[in-house]
């Protein structure tokens, strides 16, 4: 709306202008005409300054420059007009003739701010402006300013105000040369600064040659660049940057130009000595010339210089990466290449854990910031003459020229004890992990193989969690991933997959309370496949998405079912197992809330069970864990006591339920230390209000010792092996023998 308005006072302003230098010349009086000049330019001056402070364009103060050129041309007008109320005659020169030519250098200046490039130098620009300048100037000075000095029957002040007429016109039209090819598509106010422009330079042409036509033509000109001036500023497209040109098409133009500026001189000789009217005038082409060729060879060199500076700039961009600074993958290759020529060389390749899923809840900025965190963490620590690169993404590649194993060993450590600190971004604390692999020369000069090696040992450490050295064997193991992660589609879309259900019991009756729902994999030519061997295949290569989305519904599924058909006896709850892959993901929640909606499950019957490790991260991983909890769904810490700091995920991570591990519960039945741990932890579940069931519960003396300490939830073998149709009506003893 506002933009609407400026348009329409714009029009106003151009329309109202236009009117008033058609009906100039039919004024009756000079006096009228002078006051006239001086209330337009007024008038031109408060709507340029109007003009500046609405757009606020980017070269505000160039503009501010030409708004006090303005207002010299207007104090000019105003001295002219009282000049001729209080004399019969303008004497000439006066200082209305001072006001007009102090108006020219902010105009000039002003105009070359405006007409300036980012892309080229100053010195350059100058030297450009320069070059038209001289070439124009030479011209002016055969034709017009030499014979005006050598009138030796007009007054010397005069005559150097005459002269100083177009000698400041040379200077603005070379300035405004560089202003209409600053674009390939100039806005309307920069095409309504060059016509201002344009019609100044044919005012003063004028009146330097043809003062007889001063009052019809020359102040209507000044009249019009008036209206020129005010209605560029005015105009919205004054904050609009210019479309540059094509590099290429600049570079032509500016050439042209130049080339154009330089053939004065013989153009000059040509058209004087032709014309045959008055003497060539050897000394004024002569350092004319010098002054040209000067101009352009200091051109030449800059022209040679940003040309050097250029390709300098081009290569770093062609071997850098542009958001952290690195080496690129182009240039890592390079320098492989090169250290295996000299030595052996180590390299290491790490992926960023962790990475996608702060892109998917914070957005792309703070994972730049990420990538630029850990690209510093890095490259300091490393030794001299260590590369690092981004070879894209979130992966990352480290180059040790001519070291040992233990010196890339003690590297790949290096990095994973910096990475192990969490990153501040702004308000948020992250902690990225990182699989790093690395693999050394070993008998091979193929700087392909050697990086295929470290790609190789890259991923057998995000499968393991653990940095990992390439050895042969991953290979086979690679290749044995790579065909168990295709066959894993066939499997889900015919019906190999199958879930059991492990059941959990009250102590000490064994009444069964839950289940927790596990998935076996019926493969037609090799059997059973353990759990342990396809799942962290599936979850490497992404398809644990989809498998556990599966597991989800048909385990939720299964569980109405039973409700159904088994009413009072049917188990209260049923636990899931869900990964961190899956908990990374940003409608895991919604998922979950689709599930339970349309199979009919309440929320309170469905357990999530997480292990330490998928949460210890922070990020997306608790954010979801506290969406699902705020769902109304409960939550199991599985394995716990092994993780890295089990006891403090109880403050970050909303938990109902920790699932002792069966590590602790093994020698539960020894004197001394072994059961300390186990009774510590029922003492802090009790303590926090939480539920906890021993897993891995295998004889009947455990079961007893287990509730001897408090313990009121059991599963495993003792009571019962993972079916698909556990017997929920069946209790049985705890007590040993």
Same mark, same amino acid.
């Given at each position: 709306?506002?933009?609407?308005?400026?348009?329409?006072?714009?029009?106003?302003?151009?329309?109202?202008?236009?009117?008033?230098?058609?009906?100039?010349?039919?004024?009756?009086?000079?006096?009228?005409?002078?006051?006239?000049?001086?209330?337009?330019?007024?008038?031109?001056?408060?709507?340029?300054?109007?003009?500046?402070?609405?757009?606020?364009?980017?070269?505000?103060?160039?503009?501010?420059?030409?708004?006090?050129?303005?207002?010299?041309?207007?104090?000019?007008?105003?001295?002219?007009?009282?000049?001729?109320?209080?004399?019969?005659?303008?004497?000439?020169?006066?200082?209305? #003739?001072?006001?007009?030519?102090?108006?020219?250098?902010?105009?000039?200046?002003?105009?070359?701010?405006?007409?300036?490039?980012?892309?080229?130098?100053?010195?350059?620009?100058?030297?450009?402006? *320069?070059?038209?300048?001289?070439?124009?100037?030479?011209?002016?000075?055969?034709?017009?300013?030499?014979?005006?000095?050598?009138?030796?029957?007009?007054?010397?002040?005069?005559?150097?105000?005459?002269?100083?007429?177009?000698?400041?016109?040379?200077?603005?039209?070379?300035?405004?040369?560089?202003?209409?090819?600053?674009?390939?598509?100039?806005?309307?106010?920069?095409?309504?600064?060059?016509?201002?422009?344009?019609?100044?330079?044919?005012?003063?042409?004028?009146?330097?040659?043809?003062? *007889?036509?001063?009052? #019809?033509?020359?102040?209507?000109?000044?009249?019009?660049?008036?209206?020129?001036?005010?209605?560029?500023?005015?105009?919205?497209?004054?904050?609009?940057?210019?479309?540059?040109?094509?590099?290429?098409?600049?570079?032509?133009?500016?050439? $042209?130009?130049?080339?154009?500026?330089?053939?004065?001189?013989?153009?000059?000789?040509?058209?004087?000595?032709?014309?045959?009217?008055?003497?060539?005038?050897?000394?004024?082409?002569?350092?004319?010339?010098?002054?040209?060729?000067?101009?352009?060879?200091?051109?030449?060199?800059?022209?040679?210089?940003?040309?050097?500076?250029?390709?300098?700039?081009?290569?770093?961009?062609?071997?850098?990466?542009?958001?952290?600074?690195?080496?690129?993958?182009?240039?890592?290759?390079?320098?492989?290449?090169?250290?295996?020529?000299?030595?052996? &060389?180590?390299?290491?390749?790490?992926?960023?854990?962790?990475?996608?899923?702060?892109?998917?809840?914070?957005?792309?900025?703070?994972?730049?910031?990420?990538?630029?965190?850990?690209?510093?963490?890095?490259?300091?620590?490393?030794?001299?003459?260590?590369?690092?690169?981004?070879?894209?993404?979130?992966?990352?590649?480290?180059?040790?020229?001519?070291?040992?194993?233990?010196?890339?060993? $003690?590297?790949?450590?290096?990095?994973?004890?910096?990475?192990?600190?969490?990153?501040?971004?702004?308000?948020?604390?992250?902690?990225?992990?990182?699989?790093?692999?690395?693999?050394?020369?070993?008998?091979?000069?193929?700087?392909?193989?050697?990086?295929?090696?470290?790609?190789?040992?890259?991923?057998?450490?995000?499968?393991?969690?653990?940095?990992?050295?390439?050895? &042969?064997?991953?290979?086979?193991?690679?290749?044995?991933?790579?065909?168990?992660?295709?066959?894993?589609?066939?499997?889900?879309?015919?019906?190999?997959?199958?879930?059991?259900?492990?059941?959990?019991?009250?102590? &000490?009756?064994?009444?069964?309370?839950?289940?927790?729902?596990?998935?076996?994999?019926?493969?037609?030519?090799?059997?059973?496949?353990?759990?342990?061997?396809?799942?962290?295949?599936?979850?490497?290569?992404?398809?644990?998405?989809?498998?556990?989305?599966?597991?989800?519904?048909?385990?939720?599924?299964?569980?109405?079912?039973?409700?159904?058909?088994?009413?009072?006896?049917?188990?209260?709850?049923?636990?899931?197992?869900?990964?961190?892959?899956?908990?990374?993901?940003?409608?895991?929640?919604?998922?979950?809330?689709?599930?339970?909606?349309?199979?009919?499950?309440?929320?309170?019957?469905?357990?999530?069970?997480?292990?330490?490790?998928?949460?210890?991260?922070?990020?997306?991983?608790?954010?979801?864990?506290? #969406?699902?909890?705020?769902?109304?769904?409960?939550?199991?810490?599985?394995?716990?006591?092994?993780?890295?700091?089990?006891?403090?995920?109880?403050?970050?991570?909303?938990?109902?339920?920790?699932?002792?591990?069966?590590?602790?519960?093994?020698?539960?039945?020894?004197?001394?230390?072994?059961?300390?741990?186990?009774?510590?932890?029922?003492?802090?579940?009790?303590?926090?209000?939480?539920?906890?069931?021993?897993?891995?519960?295998?004889?009947?003396?455990?079961?007893?010792?287990?509730?001897?300490?408090?313990?009121?939830?059991?599963?495993?073998?003792?009571?019962?092996?993972?079916? $698909?149709?556990?017997?929920?009506?069946?209790?049985?003893?705890?007590?040993?023998?």
């Amino acid at each position: 709306m506002l933009t609407g308005r400026f348009n329409r006072g714009w029009s106003l302003w151009m329309g109202l202008g236009g009117l008033v230098c058609v009906g100039y010349p039919f004024v009756p009086s000079d006096s009228a005409q002078a006051m006239l000049s001086w209330l337009v330019g007024s008038a031109a001056v408060l709507v340029t300054l109007a003009g500046i402070r609405r757009h606020r364009p980017a070269g505000a103060r160039w503009w501010y420059l030409v708004l006090v050129s303005q207002i010299f041309w207007v104090l000019g007008d105003l001295l002219y007009w009282l000049d001729g109320l209080a004399h019969t005659g303008h004497p000439y020169p006066s200082w209305a #003739d001072a006001c007009y030519l102090t108006a020219f250098p902010p105009l000039i200046a002003g105009l070359y701010g405006l007409a300036r490039s980012r892309r080229q130098r100053p010195l350059a620009g100058l030297v450009d402006t *320069a070059i038209i300048a001289a070439g124009l100037g030479l011209v002016y000075w055969i034709f017009v300013i030499g014979p005006i000095l050598a009138d030796r029957a007009t007054p010397l002040l005069a005559r150097l105000a005459t002269v100083g007429y177009p000698t400041a016109s040379v200077l603005m039209i070379a300035v405004v040369a560089r202003l209409a090819t600053r674009a390939a598509h100039p806005t309307p106010s920069a095409w309504l600064l060059i016509a201002g422009s344009g019609m100044t330079l044919a005012s003063n042409v004028v009146y330097t040659l043809f003062p *007889a036509l001063m009052g #019809d033509v020359v102040y209507v000109g000044f009249l019009i660049a008036y209206v020129f001036w005010a209605g560029a500023a005015l105009h919205p497209s004054v904050s609009a940057p210019p479309v540059p040109r094509a590099t290429e098409r600049f570079g032509k133009s500016r050439l $042209a130009v130049l080339t154009l500026s330089t053939m004065v001189v013989p153009g000059v000789l040509f058209v004087q000595g032709g014309a045959g009217t008055r003497p060539v005038s050897w000394l004024a082409i002569g350092l004319g010339a010098v002054v040209l060729f000067l101009l352009v060879l200091a051109r030449m060199s800059g022209f040679v210089a940003q040309v050097q500076t250029q390709a300098e700039q081009l290569e770093v961009l062609a071997m850098h990466d542009d958001l952290t600074g690195l080496a690129n993958r182009r240039l890592f290759e390079q320098r492989v290449r090169a250290a295996l020529r000299t030595g052996e &060389p180590q390299v290491a390749m790490l992926d960023l854990t962790g990475f996608k899923a702060v892109n998917d809840r914070l957005g792309h900025a703070v994972g730049d910031q990420v990538l630029i965190a850990v690209a510093g963490r890095l490259r300091s620590g490393l030794r001299p003459g260590a590369l690092v690169a981004r070879m894209g993404g979130d992966e990352f590649a480290v180059l040790a020229p001519d070291a040992s194993d233990a010196d890339g060993d $003690a590297m790949v450590a290096r990095i994973c004890a910096a990475l192990r600190v969490p990153i501040q971004v702004g308000a948020h604390k992250l902690l990225i992990g990182a699989g790093v692999g690395i693999a050394g020369t070993d008998g091979t000069d193929d700087p392909g193989e050697l990086l295929r090696r470290a790609d190789v040992a890259m991923y057998a450490a995000k499968a393991s969690g653990r940095q990992h050295r390439y050895t &042969p064997c991953l290979d086979a193991e690679a290749g044995a991933d790579a065909r168990l992660g295709a066959e894993m589609r066939t499997a889900l879309d015919t019906g190999q997959f199958r879930l059991v259900y492990q059941p959990i019991v009250a102590l &000490p009756d064994a009444h069964l309370v839950a289940v927790e729902a596990l998935i076996r994999w019926h493969h037609p030519e090799r059997g059973l496949i353990n759990p342990t061997d396809f799942i962290p295949v599936a979850e490497q290569n992404g398809f644990i998405v989809e498998l556990g989305a599966w597991i989800l519904h048909t385990a939720c599924t299964q569980a109405v079912t039973w409700q159904h058909t088994h009413g009072t006896h049917a188990p209260g709850r049923i636990g899931v197992n869900v990964s961190a892959r899956q908990l990374a993901e940003p409608g895991f929640t919604d998922l979950v809330a689709h599930t339970l909606t349309t199979t009919g499950l309440p929320a309170h019957h469905l357990v999530i069970e997480v292990t330490e490790t998928a949460v210890f991260g922070g990020g997306q991983s608790v954010q979801t864990v506290k #969406d699902l909890r705020h769902l109304g769904v409960c939550i199991a810490l599985d394995d716990f006591g092994t993780g890295h700091s089990s006891l403090g995920l109880l403050q970050t991570v909303p938990v109902d339920t920790i699932k002792v591990d069966k590590t602790f519960v093994d020698t539960i039945t020894k004197a001394g230390r072994h059961a300390v741990i186990a009774t510590a932890l029922i003492q802090v579940a009790d303590g926090l209000g939480l539920t906890a069931v021993a897993e891995g519960v295998e004889t009947a003396e455990q079961a007893t010792e287990l509730h001897r300490l408090g313990y009121r939830l059991a599963q495993g073998y003792h009571f019962g092996r993972p079916v $698909a149709e556990p017997d929920f009506r069946r209790a049985r003893s705890t007590v040993a023998g």
